[in-house]
């Protein structure tokens, strides 16, 4: 992953840098062409990537792993690129990208519930289909 | 001069010749929007993944229950896979369109800008198939299915209800850019600039992003 970040700020730089000088503008976000049809194959073979995960039927840690590398790795070029992030100033990339940590925090308060509900539902009621099914 | 209090202290505070964004308000107001609506998107996710670890029942196999036969065996995910490739494409149309608007090319603005919509609304017209054939052919409801744990259909219906609606709000979004862009609205209004072509892209590609999640945690998972 830290390879793949390298690379892509690398080829970013080298896009950018010829024309930053110029395009210097305040708020103006006019980059080459290349760098987004780049992006855009990057996407493609990406979620490419995705499906074939669930295609072969990769199982267990293997699949989780993929499946949440793929994934932020798409996020990240859509958001840096696309939504010109990597071009942002520190005061709106913070702004917009500290506030969702907190989720953090959420998920592992709400997996760790979710565990105790789990298992209260177990010794409560027992694995048993009784529960399963409400009619419909 | 004295200072102000009471409500027009306040707006005078919040006015106080300061800028903290560098940028155009209207992509600073969109980007606090969006922040807004990632934790709207996050609270659904996890409640799905709440619910999924609650259930003692076990959940329905996305892979399966998403399958579509084209006359010969099942694909997995197949119809799930083409509408995430649509939607990259859309992405991708609409990057191409920002960076036309920023070059004023008016025509290519508009007409890959057209294209991103209908992408959007080729979209929203697989996910209505897909709805369908969960409704009416596996018998999939908000408060039970066939295959497996009962809550599989409040969050799916939900999820993907939420993300429908947005793509659908794009796609007239980007209808109204553009025709606007087409029109001169933005040249004999806002002298000529484009940055809501920007604007419109920040909200397209987010609704594509949102999807990036929702297809790993829901379908892949």
């Given amino acids: ?136 | 001069m004295a200072e102000q209090t009471g409500l027009e202290g306040i707006v005078i505070d919040w006015s106080d010749d300061k800028q903290a964004f560098h940028v155009p308000w209207g992509k600073a107001m969109m980007w606090i929007f969006l922040l807004s609506d990632t934790f709207i998107f996050s609270c659904f996710l996890i409640g799905y993944m709440n619910v999924r670890i609650t259930t003692t029942v076990p959940w329905p196999n996305p892979s399966e229950v998403f399958a579509l036969s084209f006359g010969g065996e099942p694909i997995p995910l197949i119809l799930i896979a083409i509408m995430t490739f649509v939607l990259i494409t859309s992405s991708g149309t609409m990057a191409l369109a920002v960076n036309y608007g920023y070059r004023r090319d008016k025509k290519k603005t508009v007409l890959l800008m057209l294209a991103t919509a209908a992408l959007g609304a080729m979209f929203v017209g697989m996910q209505a198939f897909e709805w369908t054939k969960l409704i009416v052919d596996e018998g999939v409801r908000p408060w039970g299915n066939p295959m497996g744990a009962a809550q599989f259909g409040s969050t799916f219906f939900m999820i993907t209800g939420f993300h429908g609606m947005h793509v659908s709000a794009g796609v007239i979004y980007l209808i109204v850019t553009a025709t606007r862009v087409g029109t001169g609205y933005y040249d004999r209004h806002r002298g000529g600039n484009y940055e809501m072509v920007e604007i419109t892209g920040l909200y397209w590609h987010f609704v594509d992003l949102v999807w990036v999640f929702i297809f790993a945690f829901f379908y892949l998972w």
């Fill in chain 1, 1 to 136: 992953m830290g390879i793949y970040f390298c690379v892509f700020l690398f080829v970013v730089n080298e896009m950018t840098t010829t024309q930053a000088e110029v395009t210097q503008v305040e708020g103006h976000q006019q980059h080459p062409l290349s760098i987004y049809i780049v992006v855009w194959i990057l996407l493609f073979v990406l979620s490419g990537f995705s499906y074939a995960v669930d295609y072969f039927q990769l199982e267990g840690a293997l699949r989780w792993t993929l499946i949440l590398l793929f994934m932020f790795l798409k996020a990240g070029a859509i958001i840096a690129i696309f939504m010109h992030m990597a071009w942002e100033r520190l005061a709106l990339i913070y702004a917009i990208l500290v506030p969702p940590l907190c989720l953090l925090v959420f998920i592992a308060l709400m997996a760790i519930e979710g565990d105790y509900t789990f298992l209260a539902r177990l010794i409560t009621f027992g694995p048993a289909e009784e529960i399963s099914q409400p009619h419909h």
